[in-house]
């Protein structure tokens, strides 16, 4: 039993310095099986009941103070109720505000894996995997917006009927068009119509160019004068 519990003591700080890891994991999973889950299958329900425990697994990543805490946990809690509650989106006034807490919530997660990543002075494993988090956290965040916009308006988005099967995009059609964007590779086979949803593309890609300068740039300084990073940490 000693024993039993000792592993479990060594386990749990293990988990902890790898939070990050965890959930780029998490999300990277997510992207990968996007693709395989339709709706209205079983296998869809099981991946929005996963999306919930992926809000809760953030929010074990950027272990917040008390206060922080309660604020997160007030946007998160109308993005796990859509999963439950709204199997399919749709324009109503209720599917637009879960959207916009989800996004919010997004929002606010982004912002505190940010303050972690470029305030570290000393880069490690983790300082990458959450500079990755990020990444991935708003090409998700981009494509629930997409999603809404397509909502309000039908025809915002305009898929090539040689190049698809449908003719409405579906969810999966918004998170291949927003990564498409974010990296700058275009997405083939669906196009931004309406000014908003043109407006939008514009807004992640230059996010997404700016970002990958800006992080090459700290991590080239940060590994370039690790003497001079200790010297100011020093007392």
Not at 181 to 191: C, Q, R, V
Request: proline share 4%; glycine share 4%; charged share 15%.
């Amino acid at each position: 039993m000693a024993h039993s519990s000792s592993g479990l003591t060594n386990a749990e700080p293990i988990i902890g310095r790898h939070r990050f890891f965890i959930l780029f994991s998490y999300l990277l999973v997510a992207l990968i099986l996007y693709p395989y889950i339709k709706e209205g299958t079983f296998s869809y329900f099981v991946f929005r009941v996963l999306g919930s425990v992926g809000i809760l697994l953030t929010l074990y990543a950027i272990s917040l103070r008390r206060s922080l805490l309660a604020v997160a946990l007030i946007l998160a809690v109308p993005a796990i109720l859509a999963r439950w509650l709204l199997p399919r989106a749709d324009a109503s006034v209720t599917s637009i505000l879960y959207i916009i807490f989800s996004f919010v919530f997004d929002v606010f997660v982004v912002v505190i894996i940010f303050r972690r990543v470029f305030t570290n002075q000393k880069p490690n494993s983790e300082t990458v995997f959450g500079a990755l988090c990020i990444y991935l956290l708003v090409g998700f965040s981009f494509a629930s917006l997409y999603g809404m916009v397509a909502m309000l308006q039908p025809r915002a988005f305009y898929l090539d009927p040689l190049m698809n099967l449908r003719a409405t995009p579906d969810r999966f059609d918004f998170v291949y068009y927003s990564f498409a964007t974010m990296t700058s590779l275009g997405a083939s086979g669906i196009t931004a119509v309406s000014d908003e949803a043109r407006s939008l593309s514009v807004i992640e890609t230059t996010i997404g160019v700016l970002y990958l300068a800006v992080l090459i740039a700290r991590l080239i300084s940060a590994y370039r004068h690790p003497s001079t990073l200790s010297r100011e940490d020093a007392p």
